[in-house]
């Protein structure tokens, strides 16, 4: 009797988790949209600035961690909060030039990278199926990048950048949450993005005249600052520990499905055939590379 009341609370805690796994899912899908169209009325530095800003100010409530804070975990949250600064930086600029939904995919390439980084940092072999994603993803991107629409390469370039710069973040970021205070890591990486994105607004002398929007930019702000960052962070987090990471992995392939619909209903983006072709091959690249875990977990 109490295995089966211990089994019906995993059940459910499980259910939930996936839940809020899709939950999260939806939420960064969301994002690419709507930073492209907030950045093309504000500075893209001053965006990231307040957007983390806000992100931070929604982990009040966890400030108490700082009684654990050392000279270790300033020194993890600073690398990869700067990895995560930088690729942030790249994909807001590639956004100008291309859509939402072709961010969403091209970003998700980071999963197939991932494999080669640990390759190249542990000395793990690689799967026959990482070979099969690589020219997968390639071909994808070559669909994406003839789609023939001016400026649009430059665009998905920059975004190709930022994938690099996420699946290191991804390898570094695994191997930190595991040895130190998450909640704590996490407050100190925003701290690190919203102070490097302030210095950099200031540097490049960006106008401030856009603080004085109406009530909805700030709504909007505080949507991208507290549901698709601290919300999300949260619920990645609490999930994490009912689910395997190769299931979590997989509900994550939703992200960019979700940019490309968000994209469409808020933008009204259209991707073309190639497009279409592009994104469902960069798809099935990642499903490729994260269903390879499942069956040679390392």
Aim: hydrophobic share 55%; proline share 3%.
């Amino acid at each position: 009797m109490t295995n089966t009341k211990i089994d019906n609370f995993h059940s459910r805690r499980n259910i939930i988790a996936i839940f809020l796994l899709i939950i999260t899912t939806v939420l960064w899908g969301t994002s690419f949209i709507i930073t492209k169209n907030i950045t093309e009325n504000i500075p893209i530095f001053l965006y990231l600035g307040l957007r983390f800003l806000i992100a931070f100010l929604g982990f009040i409530p966890f400030f108490p961690h700082f009684k654990n804070l050392n000279k270790k975990i300033i020194i993890m949250g600073l690398i990869t909060g700067t990895l995560y600064f930088f690729g942030m930086v790249f994909q807001t600029y590639g956004l100008q030039s291309t859509t939402a939904g072709k961010t969403g995919f091209i970003t998700g390439l980071s999963t197939v990278i991932v494999p080669f980084i640990a390759w190249l940092g542990y000395k793990k072999p690689l799967n026959i199926r990482i070979w099969i994603a690589v020219m997968l993803s390639l071909i994808g991107m070559a669909f994406l990048l003839l789609e023939g629409e001016s400026g649009f390469i430059i665009g998905d370039l920059l975004v190709l950048v930022c994938a690099f710069i996420f699946a290191f973040y991804i390898v570094l970021n695994d191997k930190y949450v595991r040895i130190t205070d998450v909640y704590l890591y996490s407050i100190i990486q925003i701290c690190v993005i919203t102070l490097f994105s302030f210095v950099c607004s200031l540097l490049l002398g960006e106008s401030y005249n856009s603080l004085s929007n109406p009530p909805t930019f700030w709504f909007v702000m505080i949507y991208m600052g507290i549901a698709v960052m601290t919300v999300t962070v949260l619920f990645q987090n609490w999930s994490q520990q009912y689910q395997e990471p190769t299931q979590t992995a997989i509900i994550f392939t939703l992200e960019p499905v979700f940019a490309v619909l968000f994209g469409f209903l808020i933008g009204s983006e259209i991707l073309t055939l190639f497009g279409w072709l592009g994104c469902g091959l960069i798809l099935i690249a990642i499903l490729t590379t994260v269903l390879k875990n499942t069956n040679n977990k390392e």
